[in-house]
C-alpha cells in the first residue's frame, strides 16, 4: 500500500519536524491539502507552504486542492514543487482541459470525488489519470468519521480500471486508520491518505508502517 500522510493534522509550528518524521517512516508521499474557503468551509495552507515544504525534502507532494476552479492554478501547483495535482471534479467545468494542462506541466494528474460524486462521471477520463482520489469524508475537515459506502465505490472504480486496462491508482481520503484502510485494501484501493490516525498516534512512524503493511 501506497501511505500518504495528510500534514493537516500535523504541528503547524513544527512542520520540519513532520517531514523528518515521514521521511524517516515508510510514508511514500506527502499529502497537502489546500482549502479556500469556498469549495469548503475551511481554509487552510497554500503554495508559499508548499513551496517551502519542497526546499527541506524530496518525497513526491501530493497537492489536494479543494478551491474552485484549480486549473487557474496549475503553473503555481508545478512551481510550488508538487508532484501530483490533485482537483476535484466538482470544481472543474472543463475537467478534460486541466487534467490535460497538469501533465503538460510535468505533474501526475488526479480528479478527486467527492462522497456524492459517483465513479461513472469519469468513464470517459479514466484512461487519462494516473490517479483517481475517493473523498471518504466530506471535504475541509480533518477527524471525521469514514463513510462505509465508499466501499462500494472503490469496489466499482476497481472494475472500471481493469476492465479498461489503465494503470490509474485509486486513493482514498478521510477517516482512515488501519481498520477503515484494510477494507479500502480489500476493496482494491492502492493509495491511503491518513491525518488524524498518523498524527495523533502515539508513534506516528509505526501507525504508517501498519498502514503501508495493508
Ligand atoms: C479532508 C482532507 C483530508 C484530511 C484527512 O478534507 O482532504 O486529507 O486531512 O484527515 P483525517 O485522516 O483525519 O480524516
Ligand atoms: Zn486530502
Same mark, same amino acid.
Given at each position: 500500500m501506497i501511505v500518504s500522510p495528510s500534514l493537516l493534522a500535523a504541528d503547524f509550528n513544527n512542520l520540519a519536524g513532520a517531514v523528518s518524521m515521514l521521511e524517516n517512516s515508510k510514508a511514500d508521499w506527502i499529502h497537502c491539502d489546500v482549502m479556500d474557503g469556498v469549495f469548503v468551509p475551511n481554509i487552510s495552507f497554500g503554495f508559499p507552504v508548499i513551496k517551502a515544504l519542497s526546499t527541506i525534502t524530496d518525497m513526491p507532494l501530493d497537492v489536494h486542492l479543494m478551491i474552485v476552479d484549480p486549473g487557474r492554478y496549475v503553473d503555481a501547483v508545478r512551481d510550488a514543487g508538487a508532484g501530483i495535482m490533485n482537483v476535484h471534479q466538482e470544481a472543474c467545468t472543463h475537467l478534460h482541459r486541466v487534467v490535460d494542462a497538469i501533465k503538460q506541466a510535468g505533474m501526475k494528474a488526479a480528479v478527486t470525488l467527492n462522497p456524492a460524486t459517483p465513479v461513472s462521471t469519469l468513464t470517459d477520463i479514466l484512461g487519462d489519470l494516473d490517479m483517481v482520489l475517493l473523498m471518504s469524508?466530506?471535504?475541509?475537515? $480533518? $477527524?471525521q468519521k469514514f463513510i462505509p459506502r465508499t466501499i462500494e465505490k472503490i469496489r466499482a472504480l476497481r472494475s472500471m480500471i481493469d476492465a479498461g486496462g489503465y494503470d490509474t491508482l485509486i486513493q482514498v481520503d478521510g477517516g482512515i486508520d488501519t481498520v477503515t484502510g484494510a477494507l479500502c485494501a480489500e476493496a482494491g484501493a492502492d493509495v491511503l491518505v491518513a491525518g488524524s490516525a498518523v498524527f495523533k498516534a502515539a508513534d506516528p512512524a509505526r501507525e504508517i508502517a501498519a498502514l503501508a503493511a495493508l
Open positions: 469524508v466530506n471535504p475541509g475537515f $480533518g $477527524g
